[in-house]
């Protein structure tokens, strides 16, 4: 930030031209002069000097608040930046949905420990567009969710396709619907649950809606929607009400043990390709290994799969 307004900033904060001079280490005279200068480049008289001290102009408070939005500012950018040069002291950076954490990456980040026991590793769990935003600003080497259709494809990832699942509902035991074959009109009555909402800065990369029949469904349901980023916060609003979730198939034996069955729909569902996104050019060989061990786990996912 500019120096003139860094001391400007320190003048009215103690209130004192000495006291501000000696706190920025710099003379008296030369901070009065250069407080000077600030206020003939903006063409205000920005401090007024009264006996209990000095105090800002109406103009000064309101650069005053501006430089100190401005040093908060650049203070979270310095902290973003000692968070990402961590980051990338870590081998191997991973990102997963919920689904590809229980049912893969979970068990693979074991191997991979247990095999690679030097390497460091950070694990970071969202939905598919927030992942992929991160990819793309090269925060992730590799992220597994599945397969978003309709996507502005951007040069840099790829997806590599790992297996196919189902798109599913469930809610709880005790719901109306519970228990007995529906149409899918039926559950237009109750609100749905998302457990893995997209933030809006990310729709932008989904280019045709037409081709992505999830997300035709995620904004053609008008029923008012419960959100949450957290899959346990979801689990308790779906058995404390008749909500309804749109999920995968691989929870089905996993939400069973909680009291949430998966609904009986009569029409055929929706199905997904789940994989991994990677760097198109210069994939990590940890990257290369952790895939590995996740295609090693391909025959332990139909235990996952219970119709």
């Known amino acids: 930030m500019d120096r003139h307004l860094q001391q400007f900033k320190k003048v009215v904060e103690v209130g004192s031209i000495n006291a501000a001079a000696e706190a920025l280490y710099i003379s008296q005279p030369t901070l009065t002069q250069n407080i000077k200068k600030l206020e003939e480049r903006i063409g205000s008289k920005l401090l007024n000097r009264t006996p209990q ?78 992942l992929y935003d991160r990819a793309l600003s090269g925060h992730l080497d590799l992220f597994f969710g599945h397969q978003i259709l309709g996507l502005d494809k951007k040069p840099g990832v790829k997806f590599i396709p790992l297996w196919k699942t189902t798109h599913c509902y469930f809610a709880r035991n005790e719901h109306p619907l519970a228990g007995k074959p529906i149409a899918y009109e039926e559950m237009a009555a109750y609100p749905w649950l998302e457990v893995s909402h997209h933030d809006s800065r990310y729709l932008a990369y989904i280019k045709s809606v037409e081709e992505n029949p999830l997300e035709q469904e995620r904004r053609n349901h008008d029923i008012a929607r419960v959100s949450t980023n957290s899959m346990s916060v979801g689990l308790e609003l779906l058995l404390e009400e008749d909500l309804i979730l749109p999920f995968v198939s691989e929870y089905t034996q996993l939400l069973s043990t909680k009291g949430v069955s998966k609904l009986d729909v009569q029409e055929p569902a929706i199905e997904e390709q789940v994989g991994v996104y990677v760097p198109e050019d210069n994939i990590k060989q940890e990257a290369l290994d952790f895939i590995a061990y996740v295609q090693e786990s391909t025959i332990p996912f139909d235990k996952f799969r219970q119709a």
């Not at 990338?88 to 590809?100: E, N, P, R, T």
């Open 53 to 130: 001290g000095i105090t800002p102009t109406a103009y000064g408070e309101v650069l005053y608040d501006h430089v100190r939005a401005m040093d908060n500012t650049y203070q979270q950018a310095m902290e973003k930046i000692k968070i990402l040069k961590h980051k990338k002291s870590f081998a191997l950076q991973i990102g997963s949905g919920f689904v590809c954490w229980e049912v893969c990456v979970k068990d693979s980040l074991k191997r991979f420990q247990k095999r690679q026991p030097d390497a460091s590793v950070h694990i970071e769990i969202g939905n598919n567009l927030y």
